[in-house]
C-alpha cells in the first residue's frame, strides 16, 4: 500500500513565487525523505528529516515533520523554471523507502 | 566516485523473452533496493539486498521475477517469460546502511513488444 500521500497533486506557479507541497503519512517512520524527478530521468536526493526532527533548510529547501500528524511539507522559496520537476516523500521504515505518486511542479517563467 | 550505474538504459523485448537488469551501486554502498515506475505513478518497492542476502522482496511478484546482489559484481533484477505489463521504468537505489539517503541510478526503461 502507499505509504506517502502529497498534496497537491499538481501545482503550477509563477517564477520566483514560493512552492509548498505537503506530504502525508500511515505508519511510524525512521525518516522522511524528499526527492526530485525530471522527466524521463532518475530521482535526486533533496532533503531528509529523521523523525526526531522538526525542520531543515538545505539552500532555497525547507521541510518541516509533524509526527503527531504524520505530515511533512516542502517549501522551495523563490522557484525557478528549472525547479519544473516532479516530487516525491518517501518514508523509510523497516529498511525500505516507500514513496507516494509525486507532485507536478510547473514554474513559468 | 561515480554514482549508481544502470544497463541498459533502455531495453525492448518481445513476449515470452528475458530482461535482465545490472546495477553497480555506489563504491562503499552494500544496500541495493530496486523499484519499479509506471508511467505517472510512484515508484513501487521491489526488493532490498545486502551481498549475497535478500533482505526484504515484499514488492516483487511471487513468479517471473527473481533478483540478486552476488559476492563480486553487479546487483541483476531478473524478469523471465515477459509480458507487456512489465513494460516500466527500473530504478535501482544504493546506501551505504539504513537510515540514510538512497542514491539512485538513471533506471532501465523496459519495453515489452
Known amino acids: 500500500s502507499q505509504q506517502g500521500e502529497e498534496d497537491p497533486q499538481a501545482l503550477s506557479i509563477q517564477e520566483g513565487e514560493n512552492a509548498t507541497m505537503n506530504c502525508s503519512y500511515k505508519?511510524?517512520?525512521?525518516?522522511l525523505q524528499w526527492y526530485r524527478q525530471n522527466s524521463g530521468r532518475g530521482l535526486v536526493h533533496l532533503i531528509l528529516?529523521?523523525?526526531?526532527?522538526r525542520e531543515k533548510h538545505s539552500g532555497r529547501l525547507r521541510v518541516t515533520l509533524d509526527t503527531s500528524k504524520k505530515s511533512s511539507s516542502l517549501l522551495i522559496t523563490a522557484s525557478r523554471a528549472a525547479d519544473t520537476a516532479s516530487y516525491f516523500c518517501?518514508?523509510?521504515?523497516?529498511?525500505?523507502?516507500?514513496f507516494g505518486k509525486g507532485i507536478t511542479l510547473s514554474v513559468r517563467p | 566516485n561515480a554514482g549508481v550505474m544502470q544497463n541498459p538504459r533502455h531495453l525492448v523485448r518481445r513476449r515470452g523473452q528475458e530482461a535482465r537488469l545490472r546495477c553497480s551501486p555506489m563504491?562503499?554502498?552494500?544496500?541495493v533496493y530496486w523499484y519499479r515506475q509506471l508511467p505517472e505513478e510512484g515508484l513501487k518497492f521491489m526488493v532490498y539486498?545486502?551481498?549475497?542476502?535478500?533482505?526484504?522482496e515484499s514488492g516483487m511478484p511471487k513468479e517471473r521475477f527473481s533478483a540478486e546482489f552476488p559476492k563480486e559484481g553487479p546487483s541483476i533484477l531478473r524478469i523471465q517469460q515477459v509480458v507487456r505489463g512489465d513494460s516500466a521504468a527500473y530504478f535501482c537505489?544504493?546506501?551505504?546502511?539504513?537510515?540514510?539517503?538512497?542514491?539512485f541510478g538513471q533506471g532501465t526503461r523496459l519495453t515489452v513488444v
Open positions: 537505489a544504493s546506501s551505504p546502511f539504513d537510515n540514510t539517503e538512497a542514491f
Open positions: 505508519t511510524s517512520i525512521n525518516n
Open positions: 528529516i529523521r523523525s526526531n526532527e
Open positions: 518517501a518514508t523509510e521504515g523497516n529498511s525500505k523507502l516507500t
Open positions: 563504491k562503499g554502498h552494500s544496500h
Open positions: 539486498l545486502q551481498k549475497e542476502n535478500i533482505i526484504d
